[in-house]
């Protein structure tokens, strides 16, 4: 049996501002910094014993693992940073205010962009104020031009498969700190949950949902850490 934590990142800059980020490099609000060290109080607390932390290459998840890695007093443990576990891209939504951008396009179309399975934003410019194709930790990678869900759990799914599955079926007890999108890709395999409700799982910030595996990496059981901000789980 192995235990995982799924961490998603503190409150960032563009939370705050309710704008659109996606893989747009941020940093965490001092909201989001409490809320990362929140979670790893409440990881500490359950005395489990980890042995690695995985992450993706942006700031605020990042910088959320750390600060959580600190209150376990793990900061020794190996962490990996791995793109594939980036939030998903929001396209041409990159930047914008979400209140602002559903005045213009209506709120129903943004809902669809936003909470469809299938249905991505439109494309990034190539060239645009947003653009990552210069940025160094994407170097040979084949950056999207936008992401859906679908696509988000098409990048997220061969990673776990590939590295964070083999360490958890061999006993290891795991963190992964991430963003909303790729750990619901992550609570979607899990879970068997389909393709019309994952949309509606939410995932909150400084409260670590904890999941018993058994040898096939089949739930056994799954807890939010702080149960009086717990969000409703899938049915196991």
């Not at 396009?105 to 469809?116: A, L, M, N, P």
């Not at 494309?123 to 645009?128: H, L, R, T």
């Amino acid at each position: 049996m192995a235990q995982l934590a799924l961490v998603r990142h503190g409150q960032s800059q563009w939370n705050l501002e309710d704008r659109f980020t996606g893989w747009w490099d941020v940093d965490l609000t001092p909201v989001g910094e409490n809320e990362a060290r929140a979670s790893g109080q409440l990881l500490k607390q359950t005395g489990v014993d980890f042995s690695r932390a995985y992450t993706s290459v942006q700031t605020r998840a990042i910088r959320t693992l750390y600060l959580a890695l600190g209150e376990m007093d793990r900061l020794w443990l190996p962490v990996t940073k791995d793109y594939r576990l980036n939030e998903r891209h929001y396209g041409g939504l990159t930047g914008l205010n979400k209140k602002e951008t559903a005045a213009k396009h209506g709120e129903d179309q943004v809902k669809i962009w936003r909470r469809s399975f299938d249905i991505p934003p439109p494309d990034m410019v190539a060239g645009g104020e947003f653009d990552l194709s210069k940025d160094a930790r994407y170097r040979g990678v084949a950056i999207p031009a936008t992401e859906s869900l679908k696509t988000t759990l098409d990048r997220v799914l061969p990673y776990w498969d590939s590295e964070i599955a083999p360490k958890l079926k061999a006993g290891e007890n795991i963190v992964v700190a991430a963003h909303g999108n790729s750990l619901r890709a992550i609570v979607k395999h899990l879970f068997n949950v389909p393709d019309s409700e994952i949309t509606e799982v939410e995932i909150p910030t400084g409260n670590p949902l904890l999941i018993d595996l058994d040898s096939s990496l089949k739930v056994k059981t799954a807890r939010y850490l702080d149960p009086a901000r717990a969000k409703p789980l899938p049915v196991v």
